[in-house]
C-alpha cells in the first residue's frame, strides 16, 4: 500500500537548523510530488510549499522563502524538508503528503494519503 | 491571497445528517478537497475534487460545490465521525498555491 513514514520527534533550539525525512513506498516514487504541511499545537493545517519528485522542482510558501529548502533523493525514495533559523513559532507537527494532480478538465490538486507527522518543538 | 471560510464547530446527534460548509470568491469554479483529522492522527482525504470518494472512505461521505460554497455531507452521522474536517483548494493566483480552510470541529452529540 502507499505509504509515507516520517523520521522521528527533533527538539532544537532558537536559530538551529531541523531537517525532517519522508520515506515513500507503494508507488513510483517520481511519478508524483511531495508536499509539506505544518500543524502548530491547536491550530489548522499550513502549507509550507512542494517538490517534484521527477525533476527537482520547488515551490515554496511565500513566508518560509529563504528559510526552508526541500529536496528528495530518488534512489530511496526519500524526501526531506530542512527549516533553518527556527524560532519559537515554528513549534509544530510537520507532515509530508503526497500530491495529486488532475490537470484534465479543472485543475485540481490534492493530498493522499500523508505522513505520520514529526513535532518539532523549538524551545530554549 | 485566496480565503477559505469554515464554521469553526458543527454539532450533530447520532444518525442524523452533518454538513460543514466551506465559503469562497467563486469556489465553484475551483476543484475542492476535504480532509478528517482525529486528534493526535495525520489528515485523511475524504472527498476529492469536490465529490469523489477514495477507496475505503464509506458512501455517508459526499461532497458538492457550487457558486461561493462548497459543501462536506455526512450522513447517518457515527461516534467515530467525530473529528476536525479541512477544506482545500489550489489557487495559482496566490502565493500561498495551496490554500486550507480554517477547519471544523464536528461534535457527535
Known amino acids: 500500500q502507499v505509504q509515507l513514514v516520517q523520521s522521528g520527534a527533533e527538539v532544537k533550539k532558537p536559530g538551529a537548523s531541523v531537517k525532517v525525512s519522508c520515506k515513500a513506498s507503494?508507488?513510483?516514487?517520481?511519478?508524483?510530488?511531495i508536499s509539506w504541511v505544518r500543524q502548530a499545537p491547536g491550530q489548522g493545517l499550513e502549507w509550507m510549499g512542494w517538490?517534484?519528485?521527477?525533476?527537482?522542482?520547488?515551490n515554496y510558501a511565500q513566508k518560509l522563502q529563504g528559510r526552508v529548502t526541500m529536496t528528495t533523493d530518488t534512489s530511496t525514495s526519500t524526501a526531506y524538508m530542512e527549516l533553518r533559523s527556527l524560532r519559537s513559532d515554528d513549534t509544530a507537527v510537520y507532515y509530508c503528503?503526497?500530491?495529486?494532480?488532475?490537470?484534465?478538465?479543472?485543475?485540481?490538486?490534492?493530498?493522499?494519503?500523508w505522513g505520520q507527522g514529526t513535532l518539532v518543538t523549538v524551545s530554549s | 491571497s485566496y480565503v477559505l471560510t469554515q464554521p469553526p464547530s458543527v454539532s450533530v446527534a447520532p444518525g442524523k445528517t452533518a454538513r460543514i460548509t466551506c465559503g469562497g470568491n467563486?469556489?465553484?469554479?475551483?476543484?475542492v478537497h476535504w480532509y478528517q483529522q482525529k486528534p493526535g492522527q495525520a489528515p485523511v482525504l475524504v472527498i476529492y475534487?469536490?465529490?469523489d470518494r477514495p477507496s475505503g472512505i464509506p458512501e455517508r461521505f459526499s461532497g458538492s460545490n457550487s457558486g461561493n460554497t462548497a459543501t462536506l455531507t455526512i450522513s447517518r452521522v457515527e461516534a467515530g465521525d467525530e473529528a476536525d474536517y479541512y477544506c482545500q483548494v489550489w489557487d495559482s493566483s496566490s502565493d500561498h498555491l495551496v490554500v486550507f480552510g480554517g477547519g471544523t470541529k464536528l461534535t457527535v452529540l
Open positions: 503528503a503526497r500530491m495529486v494532480v488532475n490537470s484534465s478538465g479543472r485543475y485540481g490538486v490534492w493530498f493522499d494519503p
Open positions: 507503494g508507488y513510483t516514487f517520481t511519478s508524483y510530488g
Open positions: 475534487y469536490d465529490s
Open positions: 467563486n469556489i465553484g469554479s475551483k476543484s
Open positions: 517538490i517534484s519528485a521527477y525533476n527537482g522542482n520547488t
